[in-house]
Nanobody, 126 residues
């Protein structure tokens, strides 16, 4: 599976961005059917953290406490695309955002970053 994230940019505090992640199969017979898709981020000097996940089987969603109430994850199965709508952005949301497939999903911890693609930079600054 190849994953391509896009939609990042420079936004002022309180602004919004919608990130997109297009998944495409690479290799004969490869299935675009992971257990979950997730968005992760890594800020300079910090560890990578999970932001949000969506269970690919039943649509259940996970949000980290740092973004809960401000972020919405969704998917379009026809387009093989996963979105991350981010509202009321804060400077601490500045990071490189990655999308990834995951072999697991749990409501309390989210998902893993098994296979990620190239990230997209989100910068929140006035």
């Amino acid at each position: 599976v190849q994953l391509q994230a896009s939609g990042g940019g420079l936004v002022q505090p309180g602004g919004s961005l919608r990130l997109s992640c297009v998944a495409s199969a690479s290799g004969f017979g490869f299935s675009l059917d992971p257990t979950a898709y997730g968005w992760f981020r890594q800020a300079p000097g910090k560890e990578r953290e999970v932001v949000s996940c969506i269970n690919n089987k039943d649509g259940r969603k996970f949000y980290s406490d740092s973004v809960k109430g401000r972020v919405t994850i969704s998917r379009d199965n026809v387009k093989n695309t996963v979105y991350l709508q981010m509202n009321n952005l804060k400077p601490e949301d500045t990071a490189v955002y990655y999308c990834a497939t995951s072999h697991y999903y749990y409501d309390d911890v989210g998902c893993a970053m098994d296979l990620g693609g190239k990230g997209t930079q989100v910068t929140v600054s006035s």
